[in-house]
Nanobody, 116 residues
Framework: VQLQACGGGLVQAGGSLRLSCAASGSIFSGHVMGWYRQAPGKQRELVASITSGGTENYADYVQDRFTISRNNAKNTIDLQMSSLKVDDTAVYFC???????????WGQGTLVTVSS
């Protein structure tokens, strides 16, 4: 399985960005897809995830600012980020996984830089 992420870039605080991720290859039906991020010197953390049934999950720090969406037919997810803060600066990674199974794949990461 390959995950191709895109959409990162430089934006001013308060601005918006949209990240996209496309999965290809031998995709497991019912996989969860999501976005993680890793800031310099920090551990990778979950930003948001969405199941194949559309159940969304968000980290508290992005609640009401970020929205995750999914297209099952295309095996894609998007992350609409609004009201961006300097603290949102990080490399954002797309992930596809199935709980309890070895099915677990990561994209290459896309850099989001929020300037003050």
């Amino acid at each position: 399985v390959q995950l191709q992420a895109c959409g990162g870039g430089l934006v001013q605080a308060g601005g918006s960005l949209r990240l996209s991720c496309a999965a290809s290859g031998s995709i497991f039906s019912g996989h969860v897809m999501g976005w993680y991020r890793q800031a310099p010197g920090k551990q990778r953390e979950l930003v948001a995830s969405i199941t194949s049934g559309g159940t969304e999950n968000y980290a508290d720090y992005v609640q009401d600012r970020f929205t995750i969406s999914r297209n099952n037919a295309k095996n894609t997810i998007d992350l609409q980020m609004s009201s961006l803060k300097v603290d949102d600066t990080a490399v954002y990674f797309c992930r596809s996984w199935v709980r309890g199974r070895s099915y677990n794949f990561w994209g290459q990461g896309t850099l989001v830089t929020v300037s003050s």
